[in-house]
Nanobody
Framework: VQLQASGGGLVQGGESLRLSCASSGSIFSLSVMGWYRQPPGKQRELVAS???????NYADSVRDRFIISRDNAKNTLNLQMNSLKLEDTAVYYC???????????WGRGTLVTVSS
């Protein structure tokens, strides 16, 4: 499985952006998928995750602003980011957990920059 993240860019505060993560293979067996981000000069942190049965979990900093979703039929993971703030500026990475292969998969990051 290879993951390819896209959708990053430069936006102003308060605007929205949608990230997508496309998988080269079926994501049906991937128990958990999600997004991490790494702000400049800081450690990578979990943004949101979603299970195969669509149970979502969010970091407190993005809850009520971000929406994570996955489409098992289209093998994609999405992150709708609304009301973006300066502190959302980061490189965003999608990831997936495979209990069958007993390993995680990571996509290359996509940069999100929020300006004032």
């Amino acid at each position: 499985v290879q993951l390819q993240a896209s959708g990053g860019g430069l936006v102003q505060g308060g605007e929205s952006l949608r990230l997508s993560c496309a998988s080269s293979g079926s994501i049906f067996s991937l128990s958990v998928m999600g997004w991490y981000r790494q702000p400049p000069g800081k450690q990578r942190e979990l943004v949101a995750s979603i299970t195969n049965d669509h149970r979502a979990n969010y970091a407190d900093s993005v809850r009520d602003r971000f929406i994570i979703s996955r489409d098992n039929a289209k093998n994609t993971l999405n992150l709708q980011m609304n009301s973006l703030k300066l502190e959302d500026t980061a490189v965003y990475y999608c990831y997936a957990e495979s209990p069958i292969l007993k390993r995680d998969f990571w996509g290359r990051g996509t940069l999100v920059t929020v300006s004032s």
